[in-house]
Every structure is written in C-alpha cells, then in structure tokens.
Nanobody, 123 residues
Framework: QVQLVESGGGLVQPGGSLRLSCAAS????????MGWYRQAPGKQRELVAG???????YYANSVKGRFTISRDNAKNTVYLEMNGLKPDDTGVYYC?????????????????WGQGTQVTVSS
C-alpha cells in the first residue's frame, strides 16, 4: 500500500509563495503520473496539477502560470511550487496518482490518501 506524506503548508499573505512536498513510500519512477489535489472548505477535492514521467505537466486553469509541479524520482518526492497565492487557493493539499489522457491529467488516486497539508492565504 502506498503511503503519501505531504508537508510544507502554512499561513501566507496574498501574493506570497509556498513550496509543498510529497514523499512516497514506494518508488514513483514506475508511476506514470503524480499530481496535487486540493480541497477547499465546503468544496469537493479537485485536481490542480499533474506531472508525468516523460516531462508532461498539467495545470488547472485557476493555477496556470502561478504553480509549478515537479517530481524527483530518485527521492520519491513530488513538489508543488506556488507563487502569487490568492485567498481562493486556501485548502488542504494532497498528492496522489493521476493519469494523462489526451494530454490532460485526470484523477486516478490510490484508495489511500495522506493527511494533506493545510494552505491558508489570508491577510
């Protein structure tokens, strides 16, 4: 069973930056796609970014140009660099598997989720 541990969240002012990390308990080099999801208060979990093994990336329109996803297969870690943060980015961020279909990442999470990391954007 894959275990995922997210970290790096916090409280930040609008316009600020954070870097999230996700450490996996298994080698991610064999996982074709990994992504970051977020769940805002009172809303469903949504996929915000995905990274494929061949350098493919996907971003939701709401974060495009502000967030950058990367993966280090040697460290079994996935990162999310978040810049220009907005109050709407507030939520709990999770990493999990994705699949790429026609160039777009789609959620394909493992049954188990990590505890997530809280991101709060507020002045």
């Amino acid at each position: 069973q894959v275990q995922l541990v997210e970290s790096g969240g916090g409280l930040v002012q609008p316009g600020g930056s954070l870097r999230l990390s996700c450490a996996a308990s298994v080698s991610i080099s064999s996982i074709s796609g990994m992504g970051w999801y977020r769940q805002a208060p009172g809303k469903q979990r949504e996929l915000v970014a995905g990274a494929g093994n061949l350098g493919r990336t996907y971003y939701a329109n709401s974060v495009k140009g502000r967030f950058t996803i990367s993966r280090d297969n040697a460290k079994n870690t996935v990162y999310l660099e978040m810049n220009g943060l907005k109050p709407d980015d507030t939520g709990v961020y999770y990493c999990n598997r994705v699949v790429f279909v026609s160039g777009r990442a789609m959620g394909a999470p493992y049954e188990s989720w990590g505890q997530g990391t809280q991101v709060t954007v507020s002045s």
